[in-house]
C-alpha cells in the first residue's frame, strides 16, 4: 500500500515552452501532496504544499506563477514548469501524506527528472 | 526555526562493517523523527521512524533511538552489505504543519 506514482519519469523540453509532471496517490486519498526540488548530490528543497480543492502555498522564494500547482482531485496533484529554462533542469520530486500511529507519514514518488535545453 | 543536522558523508565501509550516521536536531516541542533512504535515480523510501522520546524505529537491520536529552536519532546498522549503498536523510516533522524538515544527507558506499 501507500504508493504514490509520478509521470513522466524523465522529460527533455525546449527553452520557454510549459512542462507538466503529475502525482499520483494509487491506493489512497491524500488531501495534502507536497512538491519538491533536488539538485544533484543535494537534500531535497520543499517547494509548495497542494492541498485538496484549494491553492498551494508556496515555500520562501518559490516563484508562484512559474511553478503552477493544481490538485484538482484527492489522488492527483501537478505542477506545471512553465516557460521552462536551463535552470529550471532539475530532479521533481512530490509526496503525499498519511496519518499514521499519531504522525504523519510522507510516501514519496519515483521522481522526475526535468532537462531543459 | 526548526533543523536537521547529518554529518557529511561520503561515507565509504566494506561488507559486514558497522554502520552509524548521526543526526541531530533543533525544534521546538516534539517532532516525530524519520529516516529516509534514497537509492540511485530514485525517489525516497521512509526507511524508519521514532515518534516519541526513546522510541525505537527498525527496518531492514536499521536502527535509530529519539533520545531528547541530546536531541539526537542517529541511525545504526550492525552489519552493511552493498545493497545499502544508496544516500540517508535524517528528517523531522515540524510540528502542527506536516512539513517534513530534511538534513542534507549522508552518502553511503559499501564496497565487497
Known amino acids: 500500500g501507500a504508493v504514490v506514482s509520478q509521470h513522466p519519469s524523465r522529460v527533455i523540453c525546449k527553452s520557454g515552452t510549459s512542462v507538466k509532471i503529475e502525482c499520483r496517490s494509487l491506493d489512497f486519498q491524500a488531501t495534502t501532496m507536497f512538491w519538491y526540488r533536488q539538485f544533484p548530490k543535494k537534500s531535497l528543497m520543499l517547494m509548495a504544499t497542494?492541498?485538496?480543492?484549494?491553492?498551494?502555498?508556496?515555500e520562501q522564494g518559490v516563484e508562484k506563477d512559474k511553478f503552477l500547482i493544481n490538485h484538482a482531485s484527492l489522488t492527483l496533484s501537478t505542477l506545471t514548469v512553465t516557460s521552462a529554462h536551463p535552470e529550471d533542469s532539475s530532479f521533481y520530486i512530490c509526496?503525499?501524506?498519511?496519518?499514521?500511529?499519531?504522525?504523519?507519514?510522507?510516501?514519496f514518488g519515483p521522481g522526475t527528472r526535468l532537462t531543459v535545453t | 526555526g526548526d533543523s536537521v543536522t547529518q554529518m557529511e558523508g561520503p561515507v565509504t565501509l566494506s561488507e559486514e562493517a558497522f554502520l552509524t550516521i548521526n543526526c541531530t536536531y533543533t525544534a521546538t516541542g516534539y517532532p516525530s523523527l524519520f529516516w529516509y533512504v534514497q537509492y540511485p535515480g530514485e525517489g525516497l523510501q521512509l526507511l524508519l521512524k521514532?515518534?516519541?522520546?526513546?522510541d525505537k524505529g527498525s527496518n531492514k537491520g536499521f536502527e535509530a533511538t529519539y533520545r531528547k536529552e541530546t536531541t539526537s536519532f542517529h541511525l545504526e546498522k550492525g552489519s552493511v552489505q552493498v545493497s545499502d549503498s544508496a544516500v540517508y536523510f535524517c528528517?523531522?516533522?515540524?510540528?502542527?504543519?506536516?512539513?517534513?524538515?530534511f538534513g542534507a544527507g549522508t552518502r553511503l558506499a559499501v564496497h565487497p
Open positions: 521514532a515518534t516519541k522520546a526513546d
Open positions: 528528517a523531522l516533522l515540524s510540528g502542527g504543519y506536516n512539513k517534513l524538515i
Open positions: 509526496s503525499a501524506t498519511i496519518p499514521s500511529g499519531g504522525t504523519y507519514e510522507q510516501y
Open positions: 497542494s492541498n485538496e480543492g484549494s491553492k498551494a502555498t508556496y
